[in-house]
């Protein structure tokens, strides 16, 4: 039976959180799914991981190559949805193209947010869990050690994670500006759509400390704050509340701003005028264009934010092909490891046939030792039975071979035997 890497996955490009969120694989669920998995293909497949976070859900396998058509149907068996409702949303990698996927993954080249460096987290996450499952192998520790290996290179080698790569990394880098370190930063989400879950996302790798979604929908809110770790609130409750943010993210689809000039300066009053950054996303805005005149308000819009990123186009531009360019080249050293070791049983049973015949000529040398021949003599006999044997197989293959298949044995004849000058 032939392995191989195979990886099967659904994220945020190939499917809508709404499936999404139906194949998630909580931390406590990943152990007996994995046993699970194995279970359900035998020996088929050897080794196993599952990577779950808000933007995808991927499946690493050492496996038999003839299971790749059942392993979308065991992930939609096992999270209890219907036949063939995941295909049209799901992914599958084989061979060098999977080893490739992983290693764009763990490096940020296939994130929401360009870059981001929480996915590397996760994926060690997932070994670390699928180690204590007791469904990682050599093959798979070799490719994720590998892949953390990609991640720290094209990390430290490029500038792929320097620079503000999307709306909400901008919106990150401005409130840190202000604030430096959000760890005591108090920041409110308004809005619960994707721009706000991506700003979320963002946030969210800072550590600040509370995160509060606010949306008209309370069950929207609730949803994605939970995510999060976060805690939701009322739309209604802003004017009351708003002085205890200092960072707001405003994104919502109200024909009407949200937040007015008089609501701010009395939030500012009750701050003790201690800075605030607001960030306005929605067009048309959430936040009156009065409210960036106050002296301790940091307004920025969605225009100022796109400024911000475009300035580090080029940079982010020249990175992607230098981070593109060290993953390829890990890609083949990756697939040379894996062939060698397709040589191993090979090379394992040339040693051990290599040894029998070593013992059979020392048995043999033993016995006229023993006999009280002459030991010159015996070693010469050892030295030329030895010889005769090493030569036995090629000489015969060559002697059976076609002309064109002996060209190709004679041309590889000096790469397998040794010259007299190397024995030496």
Known sequence: MSVDVLTFGLNHVSAPVSVRERVS???DVVKPAL???RGSFGNSVREAAILSTCNRTEIYCAADPAVSPHIPQWLADFNRLEQGSLQPHLYQYQSNEAVRHAFRVASGLDSMVLGEPQILGQLKEAVRAAEA???????LHQLFQRTFSVAKEVRSTTAIGAHSVSMAAAAVKLAERVFGDLSECNVLFIGAGEMIELC???????????MVVANRTVERAE????????????LADLP???AEFDVIISCTASSLPILGLGMVERATRSRRHRPMVMVDLAVPRDIEHEVGRLADIYLYTVDDLGRLVQSGADARKAAVV??????ETRVQNFMHWLQSREAVPTIIELQRTAEQVQQQELEKARRLLARGEDPARVLESLAYGL???YLHGPMATLNQSEPQERAQLLSLLPRLMPSADKRR
């Not at 979320?200 to 509370?210: L, W, Y």
């Not at 949803?223 to 009322?234: E, H, I, V």
């Not at 230098?322 to 993953?327: G, L, P, S, V």
């Open 25 to 27: 694989f909580p931390m």
């Open 240 to 242: 009351e509340r708003i």
């Open 387 to 389: 010889t005769q044997k």
């Open 200 to 210: 979320a996302t963002h946030f969210a790798a800072t550590h600040p400390k509370h």
């Open 322 to 327: 230098q981070a593109e360019a060290i993953i």
């Open 223 to 234: 949803t994605l704050a939970n995510r999060f770790n976060a805690r939701s609130m009322k």
């Open 133 to 139: 499952a007791g469904s990682l192998g050599t093959l």
């Open 35 to 37: 046993s699970a998995l």
